[in-house]
């Protein structure tokens, strides 16, 4: 008896239906919303329950779960008696997501210019060859990775977690748009935007900063603009942008 009583509360749990374990949610929610960031689900594509538990090997309870949390995220879209699908990539939402981005990496930049120490400076200066032969070999996923850990190494000198944090979170938001534009165009003159940042963090100028942090989004928000007007030929970029990141790619390597 004592034996039956130990299992009963375990079976009635079971029959009345016990939210899944955070961890269980948690796994499917990081899972799910990084195959959405890297569009290994692609925008508009319907997400069927049974196919993403078998895909993720977990059991449908957590994948429900994490399907309502991407839908508070904006990641997916839920529709009553239709189901799920990924959000498709809309100029509305990257027009919303650039304009928080920019007064706040504006500000975060001018403060980690006034606050960067050499040990920073050179981390960084270290990291530039390698973002531009990634940048040349068009890997989107590790220019991505690799551009962020950089930006963000900068940004963190500002002490200002807060900021950096809700940058973060834009920045992941973002990275669909992200990775239309560098697939769309040429990386490298996106990557000349992160030599005006070196090189203003190191002269310790906050204006000259500012402006190529915000340069940088303002360049791919037009980009991306072309792209949603079907015109992804034009450029947006002072002429020989991609030319110069090339030749100072060349000589931090040397």
């Known amino acids: 008896m004592t034996f039956d009583r130990a299992r009963a509360p375990t079976r009635r749990s079971a029959r009345s239906g016990?939210?899944?374990?955070?961890?269980?949610?948690?796994?499917?929610?990081?899972?799910?919303?990084?195959?959405?960031?890297?569009?290994r689900l692609k925008p508009g594509e319907c997400l069927r329950q049974e196919e993403l538990a078998g895909r993720l090997r977990i059991s449908r309870t957590p994948i429900r779960e994490a399907l309502r949390l991407l839908a508070e995220e904006g990641l997916i879209e839920i529709e009553?008696?239709?189901?799920?699908?990924?959000?498709?990539?809309?100029?509305?939402?990257?027009?919303?997501?650039?304009?928080?981005?920019?007064?706040?990496?504006?500000?975060?930049?001018?403060?980690?210019?006034?606050?960067?120490?050499?040990?920073?400076?050179?981390?960084?200066?270290?990291?530039?060859?390698?973002?531009?032969?990634?940048a040349a070999s068009g890997d989107v996923d590790l220019y991505l990775r690799e551009d962020r850990v950089f930006v963000?190494?900068?940004?963190?000198?500002?002490?200002?977690?807060?900021?950096?944090?809700?940058?973060?979170?834009?920045?992941?938001?973002?990275?669909?748009?992200?990775?239309?534009?560098?697939t769309a165009g040429d990386g490298l003159q996106w990557l000349d935007y992160s030599y005006q940042l070196f090189q203003a963090c190191a002269a310790h100028d906050q204006d000259a900063a500012e402006q190529a942090a915000q340069g940088a989004l303002r360049w791919t928000l037009a980009r991306a603009r072309r792209i949603f007007e079907g015109r992804p030929e034009v450029q947006a970029v002072p002429p020989g942008a991609g030319e110069r990141a090339r030749r100072r790619g060349a000589s931090n390597a040397s």
């Open 152 to 182: 963000e190494a900068c940004y963190a000198v500002s002490e200002r977690p807060r900021l950096c944090r809700q940058i973060a979170a834009l920045r992941e938001r973002a990275e669909r748009y992200l990775r239309l534009v560098f």
């Open 80 to 134: 009553p008696h239709r189901g799920a699908r990924v959000t498709p990539l809309s100029l509305e939402e990257l027009e919303e997501i650039y304009a928080a981005r920019l007064g706040l990496e504006g500000l975060v930049a001018g403060y980690a210019a006034a606050k960067i120490s050499g040990d920073v400076l050179e981390t960084l200066r270290h990291a530039l060859p390698r973002l531009a032969a990634l």
């Open 18 to 39: 016990t939210p899944p374990g955070p961890t269980a949610v948690l796994l499917a929610h990081t899972q799910l919303r990084q195959l959405i960031l890297a569009e």
